[in-house]
């Protein structure tokens, strides 16, 4: 610790000295790590050093533009995975838990449930019984929730979902940490039709009536959808359902451990993390929000979707080449991580 408080201190005393002084010190400084460079192509890298660089980007936008020693996106990855450890040491098991279930008994409730389709726990539980299985039935569901759903049970929600599909919308929760490893909470609506994101929020404290108050927002009073699939997430409770019934719409929830019969919404939480979020680190809300909204804009007008036939949620109109002289020009969108083309007239 003592050489980075070291350095710390060399850095404050830069600005007590005249800018000539300082800028042949940077030269040099630059000139010596261009040696070490080309002798150790692969530094090893301290705490202190990772720390140094996670706070320096929080307080210098023009931090990338000095970092020569690693990439600037392993400076992201560093950051993602002391949100992991910190959350891994807090959620530490402090006891071992309930023994697993032998192989045989797992295979014995495989093949039960895959014989038996209509079959809830209580019903497999009993069998088992029979059978001088001793298992509880809360072990047994536990199990069930793990297991694949039948192909029966894939092929009606498909059906439902592509049947109703003009008339539904999907709600859910995905969590972003900021650079002090805070938890926030984005809630999206989004439409089943077009794939358009009805709304959007952030909170680091998601109780009922902040829900409800999402959805008032979402939905108008003449609302054209009958059905809302949600999950069985215990911030979703009695006042979640029952606001949606006044308005007309269906609540149905999916099945436990199920995320892929809400697959529209996850499927957007998951292009918004490797588009936007797996690039950056969040500093608070109101930036969360920020860069939300900016990429729900190309979502809607620039991104191309395969399930809309290789068109935008707002269709995005075809630009044709106006001449053999048109010359093609990008816009950046996000900062520069992603780009929306057009043909320009040659001046």
């Not at 019934?245 to 995320?259: F, L």
């Not at 036939?309 to 044709?320: C, G, I, L, Q, Y």
Request: hydrophobic content about 40%; some cysteine; glycine content about 6%.
């Amino acid at each position: 610790m003592i050489p980075f408080f070291t350095t710390c201190f060399s850095c404050l005393s830069a600005f007590f000295r005249s800018r000539y002084s300082v800028s042949l010190e940077i030269l040099a400084l630059r000139q010596q790590l261009g040696v070490l460079k080309r002798k150790s192509p692969r530094p090893r890298l301290r705490i202190q050093d990772r720390l140094f660089w996670i706070f320096l980007r929080r307080l210098w936008p023009a931090w990338d533009n000095v970092l020569v020693i690693v990439k600037p996106q392993t400076v992201v990855a560093w950051h993602r995975a002391g949100f992991r450890l910190f959350w891994r040491l807090r959620s530490r098991v402090k006891r071992f838990g309930r023994p697993k279930i032998d192989a045989e008994v797992r295979i014995l409730i495989r093949r039960i449930v895959e014989e038996n389709p209509t079959w809830g726990a209580p019903r497999v539980h009993g069998e088992l019984l029979k059978l001088g299985v001793k298992l509880s039935e809360r072990t047994v569901s536990r199990y069930l929730r793990r297991l694949s759903p039948p192909a029966r049970a894939r092929q009606l929600w498909a059906a439902f979902l592509r049947n109703h599909r003009d008339v539904l919308a999907a709600m859910d929760f995905f969590i972003v940490p900021t650079l002090t490893f805070r938890v926030l909470y984005c809630f999206l609506v989004i439409e089943h039709g077009r794939r358009k994101i009805l709304h959007f929020n952030v909170t680091e404290h998601p109780t009922g009536p902040w829900i409800v108050q999402q959805m008032r927002e979402a939905f108008s009073e003449t609302c054209p959808y009958r059905y809302a699939i949600l999950d069985r997430d215990g911030k979703f409770g009695e006042e979640v359902t029952d606001f949606l019934i006044g308005s007309g719409m269906k609540p149905t929830r999916i099945s436990p451990a199920s995320p892929w019969q809400n697959g529209v919404a996850e499927r957007w939480i998951g292009s918004c993390r490797r588009e936007l979020l797996d690039h950056v680190i969040v500093f608070n809300e109101v930036h969360l929000r920020g860069l939300i909204r900016d990429y729900m804009s190309y979502y809607h007008a620039d991104r191309i979707h395969d399930s809309l036939e290789k068109d935008t949620p707002a269709m995005r109109p075809v630009s044709a080449k106006p001449g053999q002289s048109a010359r093609l020009v990008s816009f950046p969108r996000l900062g520069g991580l992603h780009h929306r083309y057009a043909w320009q007239k040659a001046a």
